[in-house]
């Protein structure tokens, strides 16, 4: 079955957003088709619709699957890996941002506590973008936490993305209240 002209409009826009952004082409092109797909990919289905090599698609895909765009899942029977969108992708792709965040901050204070004292100025700065990426951090929780709190409103949609998704709602704001924050 051939892809019709819209979405394959939208695969070679979104190929073309991720290398504008300096990720690989073909990683946006594989997100975006598996946006429009109904069910899990294969490896092979991937390649073979997107034309490109299997090794590009399976290196793509364990990269959009680090950042929580896409999870890999099986088929009874089948012994080959398929590829789907992660059902919770807004929460996952959220707290990938703020991990490399927070890891950039613990870099930022380390540094800002071994510089010597002629580095003062350079201490100010280091410091300044510290606090901006900490209140970043707060933000995407609270981003996360109002999130949640939409799917939980619209949790009597019957599909299995909204239905994960609302586990994934109830879960972060458990977490919100433990941590002060939230309903």
């Known amino acids: 079955m051939s892809i ?3 979405a394959q409009s939208f695969i070679e826009r979104m190929g073309l957003h991720f290398e504008n952004d300096g990720l690989p082409r073909i990683a946006g092109r594989i997100k975006a088709f598996l946006l429009l797909s109904e069910a899990p990919a294969s490896l092979e289905e991937l390649a073979d619709k997107l034309q490109v090599s299997k090794a590009s698609t399976s290196t793509n ?3 959009l699957e680090r950042w929580g765009f896409v999870e ?3 088929l009874p029977g089948d012994r080959r890996d398929y590829y789907r969108i992660a059902p919770d992708v807004f929460f996952r792709s959220l707290d ?3 991990k490399q965040m927070e890891e950039f901050n613990r870099i930022l204070e380390e540094t800002s506590k071994e510089l010597p004292p002629s580095y003062e100025v ?3 700065r280091i410091d300044r973008m510290h606090a901006f990426h900490s ?3 707060k933000e995407l929780e609270a981003i996360n936490v109002r999130w949640a709190e939409r799917e939980l409103e619209a949790a009597d949609a019957a599909d299995e993305d909204t239905r994960a998704s609302v586990e994934r709602a109830e879960a972060e704001l458990e977490q919100a209240k433990k ?3 939230g309903r």
Request: charged share 35%.
């Open 4 to 6: 019709p002209h819209a």
């Open 61 to 63: 895909c364990r990269l």
């Open 72 to 74: 890999r899942t099986s």
């Open 96 to 98: 990938v941002v703020r």
């Open 122 to 124: 350079g201490r100010r």
């Open 135 to 137: 209140f970043l951090v």
């Open 179 to 181: 941590r002060g924050r």
